[in-house]
Structures are given as structure tokens and as C-alpha cells.
């Protein structure tokens, strides 16, 4: 069966800090490969979805960047954290036109 | 701007009541999606419903979906203290690929 890691957990960073998230996924191949980050007590904004290696799309322009360095492996990073990047962010896997499978998340407080 | 918006924001209720919570969205979709979070976790899936679908049964959820109004509606029957957490509409828009638009969620708290 397929599942999804992602880690840490939980994080505090300092401002101007950088920041690596990462959510690796077993069981499947070639899946597409999104990052969301959520406000308390809101909904889900997408940051970057993936359909392939090397294959990234952005959908908010800010100072975080993806990464696809292999098939079922996402990064999240950050040269240097502002105030406003705290929040939870999530990792999930589809395949095409199918519901979405979440990681567990990563609770980033930067300070 | 979300393509879902879910309403109410908040429900309260007690055990063996039933709980629906609405959603609507603003575009064509090929399908819309319920997910449930339990706080401070990811979310789950619940249900897709494709846009030619009126309506879809999966245990104690039933989800409707009328395109021409735009609006999705999700029911739980029986409603137990385990259901509390949030609940999520999202859409796949006929435009947007693979990715999904969420709403802003309803938290669904039910009493013991």
C-alpha cells in the first residue's frame, strides 16, 4: 500500500533562517507530488504542485522554492524565513484526476 | 480567490443528530471533493462526486452535487463524537489540471 512520510513535525526557526521540508512516498510511481500551507483555522492555499522530476509549478510567488529531486521525493525550502511563513504545512500524492493523500504535516513557527 | 466556500464556518451539535454543511463554489469542475481533518493533522478523504453525478452514498456521509446552482452539500446521519474536526469541500475546475482549490472548512464539533 502506498504512504507518505513527511518531517519534521514540528519546527521553530528563527527569522532569516533557511528551511528544508521534505515528504518522501512509497508504493507508488510517478505520482503528482503538491505542497499546501494552512493558516490557523483556515483553508488550504497551494504552493507548488509537481506532475514530474524537474517538473514544478508555483502558484504563489514568495520566497519558498520546490524541489523534485527524484520520483516520490518533494522538498520544501527557504533561503531565509520571514515572520509570515509560520504556519502547517502539508505534503500529498495523487495520481491523475484521483483524491489527494496528505502527510501528517509540519507545524513551522518562525520567530 | 477560493473556488469553495463552505458554510457555516462552525456546527455544533449532539451525538445521533445529523450534521450538513454546505459548499459552493464559483467554476466548472469535473468533480468535487469532501475531506476531514482532525486538528493538527493532515486531511483524509472522504468522497469525490464527479460533475454528472447528482448525489453519493459512502457509509453515513451523503454528498449531493447540483452544477447548475453551483453547491455541494455534505450529510452526516447518526453523527458520533469520533466525527469531530473539520471538513473540507474541494474542487478539480475544468481548467486547473490536477489541482485542487479548497475551501475554508466547517469545524464540526458533536457532544457526547
Known amino acids: 500500500s502506498q504512504t507518505i512520510h513527511q518531517w519534521p513535525a514540528t519546527l521553530v526557526q528563527p527569522v532569516g533562517s533557511p528551511l528544508s521540508l521534505e515528504c518522501t512516498v512509497e508504493?507508488?510511481?510517478?505520482?503528482?507530488l503538491y505542497w499546501y500551507r494552512q493558516a490557523a483555522g483556515r483553508g488550504l492555499q497551494l504552493l507548488f504542485y509537481s506532475i514530474g522530476i524537474d517538473q514544478i509549478s508555483s502558484e504563489v510567488p514568495q520566497n519558498l522554492s520546490a524541489s523534485r529531486p527524484q520520483d516520490r521525493q518533494f522538498i520544501l525550502s527557504s533561503k531565509k524565513l520571514l515572520l509570515s511563513d509560520s504556519g502547517f504545512y502539508l505534503c500529498?500524492?495523487?495520481?491523475?484526476?484521483?483524491?489527494?493523500?496528505f502527510g501528517n504535516g509540519t507545524r513551522l513557527t518562525v520567530t | 480567490s477560493q473556488q469553495g466556500e463552505e458554510d457555516p464556518q462552525a456546527l455544533s451539535i449532539q451525538e445521533g443528530e445529523n450534521a450538513t454543511m454546505n459548499c459552493s463554489y464559483k467554476t466548472s469542475i469535473n468533480n468535487l471533493q469532501w475531506y476531514r481533518q482532525n486538528s493538527g493533522r493532515g486531511l483524509v478523504h472522504l468522497i469525490l462526486i464527479r460533475s454528472n453525478e447528482r448525489e453519493k452514498h459512502s457509509g453515513r456521509l451523503r454528498v449531493t452535487l447540483d452544477t447548475s446552482k453551483k453547491s455541494s452539500s455534505l450529510l452526516i446521519t447518526a453523527s458520533r463524537a469520533a466525527d469531530t474536526a473539520s471538513y473540507f469541500c474541494a474542487t478539480d475546475g475544468v481548467t486547473s489540471g490536477s489541482r485542487l482549490t479548497f475551501g475554508e472548512g466547517t469545524q464540526l464539533t458533536v457532544n457526547p
Open positions: 508504493g507508488t510511481s510517478n505520482p503528482n
Open positions: 500529498a500524492w495523487s495520481l491523475v484526476k484521483s483524491p489527494l493523500h
